[in-house]
Structures are given as structure tokens and as C-alpha cells.
């Protein structure tokens, strides 16, 4: 008997909660997922709401710096619109389901991000007061790498004869959102390496791995033949042409570049193949290492570093390809070198007729073949010191100020190389006196030699000296 007022308030205020709950009304709100999209893609945000009451307001945000600032980025308010466009009725059950959409026709990379559809309803009770309810999504905005390119580290290097040194090959890739993933190929087939957490010491000499060879070559390194080169001045002194192991593939100079009626008779291109007694013929052991820099923007650049004992012998002329693989990129991206060495230096030297007094400059244009890594140039006189003073100069031009008369017929060295090889350049400067300088004037450079009144020429003549490995 006791329990029955208990039993009765109890259902009393469960049957109260019903009623206030009815005047309220319901509302429920969720926003519909998305797949990542594509930077450039137009996307549309669906926001769909169930309610059985009268619509009050609509609101879309954009959620920045980490959910302390909300943009507000549409609006509809019933109020001071009739305007239901923005809405589409599906007349599902009770004609109580809608939808709200948000497009943005080319969506960025900065528009990464959550976002809320707020939803309100009047309250059945009061219009004084309104019922709430949200939903939110995390946009989720990718972006293809924006370009690739493959550099070798630490050049320009010089070429190695006698020691074998690592050799590294640094793929670069950029504007990629979220990370690609960036692997090697040599000559079209993958390559399998070995990750490395830490670059390798600089001084840590060739690299090693436990795991098996497999041989590249099909003949026994050890064993090539030991052809010295000869020497350029031995060959002017003997007289003739120098032996050459490739006569057929030897240089001579470009009918354009030599613009005298007459030129020196200076040897051609002098092959050397010594090879060091360090080349093995076993293939290579790959180190890879990844380093990953975010940018401002929300993309990361990646760092793909490949390094290996590098084998002149092989490895000249080999391929290397740099490939990206990123859900943004329908099929993979690529970049690819070829490692050469440099081959047929291409000389200019202005002015083209030069006089006494005048300042010569010597430069490489360019190789007889496309060459990676770059190359670095050394300049020497031969037999005797620069204009300055100095045994040599590294720079891709030579620079001689005021030539005096006394550099008639001397002889200049480019040395060019990378670490696959090596080749020299020689020219020979002919300088014949100034008629507007009188002889017996020239205090700081000398009497002028050659007849009077005869024309001066500068006479470009090519020697090149490659060294293959």
C-alpha cells in the first residue's frame, strides 16, 4: 500500500518528461562523410537534419587554429528569409529529413580542415527559446607533388683515381600533401637498399653490407690493361699524333670556333684507361635515407638520398630514375640522370682576334655530351705559372688581363672533371705585337715580338685528354 504513491509520482514525472519533451520537439544533425579530395576539385559539404519542428537558423563554420576560432562561412536565418533553396526536401517519413549543402567549387590545400553545421529549431513551448543541435567533418585536402628533381650532393667533386669515394643522389620532391613515397630504379629496375636512419660519416670510407653480390661485368676488372697516356708536350716533340685507342671517336676542333686562316698542328684527344685496383666487379651496395621538411602551406617536401661506393667503371653512362608514387597521382611521377662523365670541352675565347694590351677570356661553353654530376675546371699554364702569378685557377672561365707579348705561344690547360672521370683541354695562345703601341713602349709587358704592321691573331687549337675509368 506504501508503494503505491511512490509508483505514482514516479509515473507521473515520466509521463510530464514525455509532454515537455513533445513540446520541445527533436532535432538530430550529422554531416555526411567524405573521402580525401584533390586540391583543384569542386567539393560539397551535405549537413542532413531530422526535426519535427519549425526552422529557426542554419549556420556553417570552418574550424581554425586548432578549434579556438570558428569561421562562419553561410548563414540562413528564417526570419529574414523565405528563400528555402538551400534546402532539399527528400519526403521521406513524415516529410521530416533535410539537407544543407555547402559547395566549394575548387577546393585548396588551405581550406584543409574541420568544419560544423549548426541547426536550430524553435522551441513548441516558446518561441522565446530554441533548440540546438551540430554536426562535423574534418575535410581532408590532398595535393600532388608540384615538381621532382634529382641533384648530386656535394659537387662539384673531383675524380677519384686511386681511392674509391661514396657518391650520393639526392631526389627532391615538392607541394606534396601528405608525403609521397619516393624510391630509386637504375636502368628501369628498382633498386633494393638499404634504409639508413643517419647519413654516413664523410670520412666512414666505402660503405659495406653483409648481404651477397651479383657480379655486373662479365670479365675481371683486376686485370685491365695499364695504357699510359702520353704525354702532349712529348707527342709535339716527337713529332706526328700521339697513339690514340680510339682514333676514330678523337676530337678535333670546331671549324667555326677557329677563326684564323692558320692554326698550330696540336695532337689529338689522348685516351688513358688505368683502372685503380680498388674497382670491384660486384654490384653495388644502395643506401637510402629519407628526410621529410613541412612547409608553411600544409605540403612536405622529401629528401630520397641514395648513396653507394661509386664504380666509375660501371656506373659511367648508368641511369638513375627518381619515381613518386601519391594518391593524387594517377600514375607515377619520375625524374632521371645519367651519370657521365665530362667529355669534349667546348672552348670559347673573346675577343676573337686579340692584341696586345687586350684582355683574353677563355671559357667552356659546354661538352661534346651531356655530363652529370657538374663538372669542376682547373686552369694551368703549361711549363710556367699563370698571368698572376699563380700554378692554377678553379673556375670555369680564365681571365688573362693586359696579355703581354710574352704569352706568344703559350699553352693553357683545362682540366674538367666529376667523380667518373676526368678530361684536358689544351690551347695554345699565338699574340703578335699591337700597331697602336709602339715598340720599345711597353714597360710593364714587354717588348712586342713579330714583324711590323703584322696582323695579330689569336689561334684557338684543342687537345682534349680523356681519362676513362
Not at 559539404?45 to 569561421?71: A, H, P, S
Not at 636512419?197 to 666512414?204: D, F, G, L, M, V
Not at 638513375?320 to 593524387?328: D, G, L, R, T, Y
Request: glycine fraction near 6%; include cysteine.
Amino acid at each position: 500500500m506504501r508503494a503505491a504513491p511512490s509508483l505514482l509520482r514516479r509515473g507521473v514525472c515520466l509521463l510530464l518528461a514525455a509532454i515537455l519533451d513533445l513540446a520541445r520537439g527533436y532535432l538530430t544533425v550529422n554531416i555526411e562523410p567524405l573521402p580525401p579530395v584533390v586540391a583543384g576539385d569542386a567539393v560539397t559539404l551535405k549537413c542532413n537534419f531530422k526535426t519535427d519542428g519549425r526552422m529557426r537558423e542554419i549556420v556553417w563554420y570552418r574550424v581554425t587554429d586548432g578549434g579556438t576560432i570558428k569561421q562562419k562561412i553561410f548563414t540562413f536565418d528564417a526570419m529574414f528569409s523565405t528563400n528555402y533553396s538551400h534546402m532539399e526536401n527528400y519526403r521521406k517519413r513524415e516529410d521530416l529529413v533535410y539537407q544543407s549543402t555547402v559547395r566549394l567549387p575548387e577546393v585548396r590545400i588551405s581550406d584543409n580542415g574541420p568544419y560544423e553545421c549548426h541547426v536550430g529549431i524553435y522551441d513548441r513551448a516558446t518561441r522565446e527559446k530554441v533548440v540546438l543541435a551540430s554536426g562535423n567533418i574534418f575535410l581532408n585536402v590532398m595535393a600532388p607533388p608540384t615538381s621532382i628533381e634529382v641533384v648530386a650532393a656535394d659537387t662539384p667533386a673531383p675524380f677519384s683515381r686511386y681511392q674509391a669515394q661514396n657518391f650520393t643522389l639526392v631526389c627532391i620532391v615538392s607541394g606534396g600533401k601528405p608525403a609521397p613515397m619516393v624510391y630509386f630504379k637504375r636502368d628501369g629496375e628498382p633498386i633494393d637498399a638499404v634504409p639508413l636512419s643517419e647519413p654516413p660519416a664523410a670520412s666512414s670510407g666505402p660503405l659495406q653490407d653483409s648481404r651477397p653480390f651479383r657480379s655486373l661485368l662479365h670479365r675481371d676488372l683486376d686485370d685491365t690493361k695499364m695504357q699510359k697516356s702520353l704525354s702532349l708536350l712529348d707527342g709535339e716533340n716527337r713529332g706526328g699524333r700521339p697513339y690514340t685507342e680510339r682514333p676514330a671517336r678523337s676530337l678535333t676542333p670546331d671549324p667555326s670556333i677557329l677563326l684564323q686562316p692558320t692554326t698550330e698542328n696540336i695532337p689529338e684527344t689522348v685516351v688513358s684507361r688505368e683502372f685503380p685496383r680498388w674497382v670491384h666487379s660486384a654490384e653495388p651496395i644502395y643506401f637510402l635515407r629519407h628526410s621529410r621538411t613541412p612547409g608553411s602551406d600544409g605540403t612536405v617536401e622529401v629528401r630520397a638520398l641514395l648513396t653507394w661506393t661509386l664504380n666509375p667503371q660501371i656506373d659511367n653512362e648508368a641511369l638513375f630514375s627518381c619515381e613518386v608514387k601519391h594518391p593524387a597521382l594517377s600514375m607515377p611521377m619520375q625524374a632521371e640522370v645519367t651519370l657521365v662523365a665530362p667529355k669534349g670541352p667546348k672552348i670559347m675565347m673573346t675577343p676573337s682576334r686579340a692584341r696586345v694590351g687586350d684582355t683574353v677570356r677563355i671559357l667552356v661553353h659546354g661538352f661534346q655530351n651531356e655530363v652529370f654530376p657538374e663538372p669542376m675546371f682547373t686552369w694551368t699554364r703549361v711549363g710556367s705559372r699563370l698571368l698572376d702569378g699563380s700554378t692554377e685557377f678553379d673556375g670555369k672561365e680564365l681571365v688573362l688581363e693586359r696579355v703581354p707579348a710574352e704569352l706568344n705561344g703559350s699553352m693553357y690547360r683545362c682540366t674538367a672533371q666529376n667523380p667518373l672521370g676526368s678530361t684536358d683541354t689544351h690551347t695554345r695562345l699565338i699574340v703578335f705585337e699591337n700597331p697602336n703601341i709602339p715598340r720599345g713602349t711597353e714597360e710593364f709587358h714587354g717588348s712586342a715580338s713579330g714583324p711590323a704592321g703584322a696582323r695579330l691573331t689569336l689561334v684557338l687549337a684543342l687537345t682534349v685528354v680523356l681519362e676513362l675509368t
